[in-house]
């Protein structure tokens, strides 16, 4: 008997480009109205499978949420049991640290916890063929969750692969929002030293219903041609964006940037995201709730080495993106804005450290 159960749990999800959805928008009110792609009805009913069957760490139901006052709309949710029961992270030691086979890693898991194996159906000539060969993408669940739909997306697991930003991951990251239809999904990236918890290549999606700032932040051209911006607003980081027809390329700078800051033992978090298109100036209100493309952000920052410490306000992929799980019902009810600036600031690189690396990043990405 098939330990996948029932015809809404593929074993496989097959897709092409022809599968990407560009019309998609944030109604006014966050709600989230376009119809559910197919990519959407599978994550979203295998999850809740898998849940129901009892197959996370604790049961997760709506969480108590609240917007803090304040321009910069932080979503700030309470979710006690991850900070109880999640599994202890691993201990990182540097950015460029090798995998360990005798470590947990996502070939230990169990097999019920994977929703699917999503392969690429490229065009290759005459022949229909598979994207190269890591075309292997297993999606799973978090068993720790923090949103509803909270999974792993782990490209060709069997090939031990450290947490360090791959073309073709990235390229998977930014492909599922484009299979997508729900402005609320997300997709994000830890690097080692920036509070990844393994150390096996894998991003983290899952969906928000809520609108973040980070969706229409106004941006500063630094290499347009490779759609190369720097955020305008805190937190300090950089931002590319794409819409279907330009992901590999778009994905190639993306890379060139990650590969430069590994190069430097610059830790880093990513977060991808609909988005609409960038703009130094905040927009009108048909482009500003227009999410037909996708907006990538790379955030460097200080490292942080060693086991985490589960009681510390850990910032990392989702927090920089403006959005705050808290695991202490005492802080997520009296931090205020400001509060949650300090705590990311310090996490952050110096200002006069940011701006080298602009300059270095902007150079080369123009020397490339």
Same mark, same amino acid.
């Given at each position: 008997?098939?330990?996948?159960e029932?015809?809404?749990m593929p ?8 599968d990407?959805?560009?019309? *998609? ?8 109205g376009?119809a559910a ?6 994550? %979203? @009913? ?5 849940? +129901? ?10 969480? %108590?949420?609240? =917007? ?6 932080f979503?700030?949710q309470?979710?006690?049991?991850r ?7 691993q ?8 995998? +360990? ?7 230990? =898991?169990?097999?019920? !916890?994977?929703i ?6 490229v ?5 229909? #063929?598979t994207?190269? !060969?890591?075309?292997?993408? *297993?999606?799973?669940?978090?068993v720790?969750?923090? /949103? ?24 998977? #990251? =930014? ?8 402005p ?6 830890? &690097?080692l030293?920036?509070?990844? &918890? ?6 983290? #999606? ?9 969706? &229409?932040?106004?941006?500063?051209p ?13 937190? @300090? ?6 819409e279907?027809?330009?992901? /590999? ?6 890379c ?6 590994v190069?430097?033992?610059?830790a ?10 960038p703009?130094s100036?905040?927009?009108? /209100?048909?482009d500003?709730c227009?999410?037909?493309g996708?907006? =990538? ?9 060693? @086991?985490?410490?589960? &009681?510390?306000?850990?910032? @990392?992929?989702?927090?920089?993106? #403006? ?5 202490n ?10 509060d ?15 701006h080298t ?6 150079r ?5």
């Amino acid at each position: 008997m098939s330990k996948y159960e029932g015809p809404t749990m593929p074993l496989q999800f097959v897709y092409r480009n022809q599968d990407f959805v560009a019309d *998609v928008h944030r109604s006014s009110g966050n709600r989230l109205g376009s119809a559910a792609t197919k990519f959407d009805t599978t994550v %979203q @009913a295998g999850w809740t499978d898998r849940m +129901n069957r009892g197959l996370f760490r604790y049961h997760l139901g709506d969480l %108590q949420t609240r =917007i803090l006052p304040g321009p910069h709309g932080f979503v700030a949710q309470l979710n006690i049991e991850r900070g109880i029961e999640r599994r202890k992270p691993q201990e990182i030691l540097s950015i460029q640290q090798e995998f +360990n086979g005798k470590q947990f890693n996502f070939n230990k =898991i169990n097999p019920e !916890e994977i929703i699917v194996e999503m392969i690429k159906e490229v065009e290759d000539g005459k022949e229909k #063929g598979t994207l190269h !060969e890591l075309c292997r993408t *297993v999606v799973l669940v978090n068993v720790s969750p923090l /949103e509803f739909g909270h999974c792993l997306l782990v490209p060709d697991p069997s090939s031990c692969f450290p947490q360090v930003m791959t073309s073709f991951a990235m390229q998977v #990251g =930014i492909e599922c929002m484009l299979l997508s239809s729900n402005p609320g999904f997300r997709v994000g990236f830890n &690097s080692l030293g920036a509070f990844a &918890s393994v150390n096996h290549l894998h991003l983290h #999606g899952y969906y928000l219903d809520h609108e973040l700032k980070i969706e &229409s932040m106004p941006v500063k051209p630094l290499v347009p041609q490779k759609s190369f911006y720097r955020l305008l607003d805190f937190p @300090a980081g950089f931002l590319f964006y794409t819409e279907s027809e330009r992901v /590999e390329k778009v994905v190639e700078a993306i890379c060139q940037v990650t590969d430069f800051l590994v190069d430097r033992n610059i830790a880093h978090n990513v977060f991808v995201t609909r988005g609409c298109p960038p703009c130094s100036r905040t927009q009108d /209100e048909k482009d500003h709730c227009s999410r037909k493309g996708v907006r =990538i952000a790379v955030w460097p920052r200080t490292a942080c080495f060693g @086991a985490k410490e589960e &009681s510390a306000f850990n910032v @990392a992929l989702c927090e920089l993106a #403006g959005h705050l799980p808290f695991k202490n019902k005492k802080d997520y009810e009296l931090i205020s804005e400001k509060d949650v600036m300090d705590v990311i600031q310090r996490y952050l690189l110096p200002d006069s450290e940011f701006h080298t690396l602009e300059q270095q990043l902007t150079r080369h990405l123009m020397d490339l």
